[in-house]
């Protein structure tokens, strides 16, 4: 299963500012921001694997504003690994409201993978197969990858403060 994104334009002015965090005690990396009121989808979409990861995408008004890690895919550390330069701001817009499992819960079900800069400011978090994207940043510390199909792809995750339980500097 996939979840449609479609790329609008970026709001006039700055990109929104997103402040990344950790929940000490459970290792959650957490970033959101704020968006202008507009009307569609309200509501987290988890990402889940076969793995046992959980990914929460935050959707406001149709809007993807933020992201939770909640349990993480296997981490791999990438020297080098750079969120890609130059890339366009925009807004992830998710058209229609996502089918909702029995319960209530959004959930698309996929392969998530994750790789780390070595010293942990950036991260990248692919979902579902390696595939030709565009990169579009969405607030100044969050880029989204979207296929040519218009399925989510993956996240670059720029500027994380080190997790509370390393001493990297």
């Given at each position: 299963?996939?979840?449609?994104?479609?790329?609008?334009?970026?709001?006039?002015?700055?990109?929104?500012?997103?402040?990344?965090?950790?929940?000490?005690?459970?290792?959650?990396?957490s970033g959101a921001f704020s968006v202008p009121?507009?009307?569609?989808?309200?509501?987290?979409?988890?990402?889940?694997?076969?793995?046992?990861?959980?990914?929460?995408?935050?959707?406001a008004g149709g809007v993807v504003c933020g992201?939770?890690?909640?349990?993480?895919?296997?981490?791999?550390?990438?020297?080098?690994?750079?969120?890609?330069?130059?890339?366009?701001?925009?807004?992830?817009?998710?058209?229609?409201?996502?089918?909702?499992?029995?319960?209530?819960?959004?959930?698309?079900?996929?392969?998530?993978?994750?790789?780390?800069?070595?010293?942990?400011?950036?991260?990248?978090?692919?979902?579902?197969?390696?595939?030709?994207?565009?990169?579009?940043?969405?607030?100044?510390?969050?880029?989204?990858?979207?296929?040519?199909?218009?399925?989510?792809?993956?996240?670059?995750?720029?500027?994380?403060?080190?997790?509370?339980?390393?001493?990297?500097?």
């Amino acid at each position: 299963m996939s979840l449609e994104i479609r790329i609008a334009p970026a709001y006039p002015g700055p990109l929104p500012a997103l402040k990344w965090t950790w929940e000490p005690e459970t290792d959650i990396l957490s970033g959101a921001f704020s968006v202008p009121h507009t009307t569609g989808f309200t509501g987290p979409v988890e990402l889940t694997d076969d793995e046992g990861s959980i990914v929460v995408v935050d959707v406001a008004g149709g809007v993807v504003c933020g992201l939770d890690i909640a349990v993480w895919p296997e981490v791999e550390t990438v020297p080098g690994l750079d969120a890609p330069g130059g890339t366009d701001p925009g807004q992830a817009l998710v058209p229609s409201r996502p089918v909702r499992a029995p319960g209530g819960a959004v959930e698309v079900d996929t392969t998530l993978s994750m790789a780390v800069s070595p010293d942990g400011r950036t991260y990248h978090l692919r979902v579902g197969t390696r595939r030709a994207v565009d990169v579009v940043r969405i607030a100044d510390h969050l880029a989204v990858e979207v296929d040519r199909r218009h399925r989510l792809a993956g996240f670059w995750a720029t500027q994380v403060p080190p997790r509370p339980d390393l001493d990297l500097v």
